[in-house]
């Protein structure tokens, strides 16, 4: 048995730069202590993983702060710093030989377009060069060189949807207890590429899914690789140095970690005209709905206007399309309206109200007036059915359901939510199964978490939550396809403590 203890934690959100909402604290769900703890043991995350695998290897898991939110515009800059100096402020008390965290990888605020960098810089200078530090990062991460100075072990998800998070985390764990045994002397070696996939972003299908062959290949065939994470870089953030990245955790300096680094980010590169999506518009969605029922309920992925994605969640116009269709399709669409959903509250059940509902944050957005009746009332809490994310506490705030013309359930929000689990909709009074259509704010996760509940349908919709060149008008950041970019020059960058530097 492994005598030994390892600090945990989790701060993990992705941040829209283009977004209008700031992410305050009351996005966030906040856990500390053993209730982080017995929270993460039987939840279907990155943190999860680590606590538990750390446990089965011996270890003491020492809690400091669990803070999660979904996907939204810039974290408000006070409350980060709150959070990061708490969690350093732990790190500088507690006793532990390691550290592992949970960390999403393009978190931002408006002082800050790479928190992550900021706190694993500062958490390093706090804890000196000695102790390994492991992050579980997200497939969306924007990976930085503040960031990887800063750690030992950087290993993301590696499917989009991610259905790998609880094992990354144990991966993390792993290699983070290998350092400790002195079996492993991590390098990270970081391979990039000026650009974004517009599209085809899937890894079970598609040029990702052959990637990822070539990647698990590569690691399979060297022992000294532990570990090729490619990056799904987050398109909405602005910073510099954006692009698609492969990271490379090698036992020791690898000359050929740094040809697989430069191979792989070529690749994405060479690959490019290949990452594009084929979606259905709103009415070629709905006409399928009306003429094909039996594969009812279809779950619409609302792409232009995905939460998953940072966006607001405020669009309504898949429910005027809807309303406009004359096969009458039965349907639930969540909307984020914090106005409509109080005054929907003061009406009361049963009450035929008026309503001029979303479009009040989207720029370019504009409400739209429906009069329907309350049908339910809830504070908008529920726990993630999962797998992705499962057994996690989420709020869409103050909800109201309204029905109108007695087949749209209007689920009027208070604040953007998860809406990629069917929990969201069942903890308000929704029956899923008896819709044709159900909204899904989510691009990609929905597809795990209603595994089984429903048909897919992908639509080509307006919004901040999918890439649109030159919709955003960004000041820092330069990639193909926004930008005209020549052959970029991909070389692969190494970053690692050494050995030496690690003893005391
Ligand atoms: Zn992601």
Redesign the pocket.
Known sequence: MTEGRILVGRFFH?SHSFSPQITSRDRFEIRRGKDLLAHARQSGTTLGGIVNRAEELGYEAIPTVSAVAPPGGLVDHDFYVKMRDTLIAQARQERYEAIALEL?GAMATAELSDAEGDLLTRLREAVGPHVPIGVGL???AHVTPAMLRSVDICIACKE?P?SDVVLCGERVVECVADVLDGKLEPVLTVAKVPMILPGAAETTAGPLAELHARARACASAHPEIRDISLF?V?PHADDTDMGQAAVVLTNGPSKRAQAVATDLAQLFWTWRNQFRDDLLTIDGALDLIARDRDRRPYLLADMGDRVLAGAPGDSTLIIERALAHGDCPRGAIPVTDPVSAEAAAKAGIGAHVTLDIGGRMTPGFVPLRVSGVVADLSNGRFVIKGPFGAGEGSSLGDTAVLLVDERLSIMLTSKPGFTHDPAAFTSQGIDVAAQDFVVVKSGYHFKLNFAGIGTPLSVATPGIGSYTRGLLHRRNARFWPEHEICEPQIRSVVYGISAKRRRP
């Open positions: 992705e999403h997200d497939l969306h989009n991610h799904n987050y």
